[in-house]
C-alpha cells in the first residue's frame, strides 16, 4: 500500500483548502513522490481511487509535470533546465558535459545509483539561466567548470 495513513492524513487535513478532488492531485502525487521517490502505475491507481478521479486524469497530470518521476532516480537527481532561456545560454552544453562526465545518457541513473540525469521544462529562474535542480536545490548562473565541480563534490 503506497497511499500510508499519514499520506491520507496529510491529505484529509488540507482538503478543505482545495476547491476540487483534481486539486488535491498534485499535493498527494507530491506526498507520494517524497516516500517512495518516484511515481509508480500503482501509486497512480491508487491516487485515483482515493480522489475517485478517473486513471486516465492522473496520468495526464503525472505525463506532463517533468517534476514527477515516472520511474526511480538516483541518490542525486540532476535535472537540467532546457527550456528557451537556458537553451540560449548553454544548457545543452552542460547536459553534454554531465552525459560525459556520468558516462550516462539524459533519462538514464548511474550503474551505482547514484545519479540521474534529466531534462526539465522551465524551473522558473530565467533570469539566471542555465539553471538546474538537484533533488530540491536550485543551482544557477552555471558553466560546465561548476558543473564538474558539482559531480566532483558528489561523487
Ligand atoms: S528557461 Fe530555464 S529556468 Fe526558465
Same mark, same amino acid.
Given at each position: 500500500?503506497?497511499?500510508? #495513513? ?5 491529505? +484529509?487535513?488540507?482538503?478543505? +483548502? ?11 502525487? !507530491? ?9 509508480? #502505475?500503482?501509486?497512480?491507481? +491508487?491516487?485515483?481511487?482515493?480522489? !475517485? ?6 496520468? +495526464? ?15 542525486? !537527481? ?10 540560449? /545560454? ?22 551505482? /545509483?547514484?545519479?540521474?540525469?534529466? #531534462? ?32 566532483? /563534490?558528489?561523487?
Amino acid at each position: 500500500m503506497i497511499l500510508c #495513513e499519514t499520506i491520507k492524513s496529510k491529505m +484529509e487535513a488540507i482538503r478543505s +483548502e482545495f476547491p476540487t478532488e483534481q486539486a488535491l492531485l498534485l499535493p498527494l502525487l !507530491h506526498e507520494i513522490q517524497a516516500k517512495e521517490g518516484w511515481v509508480s #502505475e500503482g501509486a497512480m491507481r +491508487e491516487a485515483s481511487e482515493f480522489l !475517485h478521479l478517473p486513471l486516465a486524469k492522473v496520468k +495526464e497530470v503525472v505525463t506532463f509535470y517533468t517534476m514527477y518521476n515516472r520511474k526511480p532516480v538516483g541518490k542525486y !537527481h540532476i535535472q537540467v533546465c532546457t527550456n528557451i532561456a537556458c537553451f540560449l /545560454r548553454g544548457s545543452d552544453q552542460l547536459v553534454a558535459c554531465f552525459e560525459k562526465k556520468l558516462g550516462i545518457s539524459c533519462g538514464e541513473t548511474t550503474a551505482d /545509483r547514484k545519479f540521474t540525469l534529466s #531534462e526539465v521544462e522551465c524551473l522558473a529562474a530565467c533570469g539566471t539561466a542555465p539553471v538546474m535542480q538537484v533533488n530540491n536545490d536550485y543551482h544557477e548562473n552555471l558553466d560546465e567548470s561548476s558543473c564538474q565541480a558539482l559531480i566532483d /563534490r558528489l561523487s
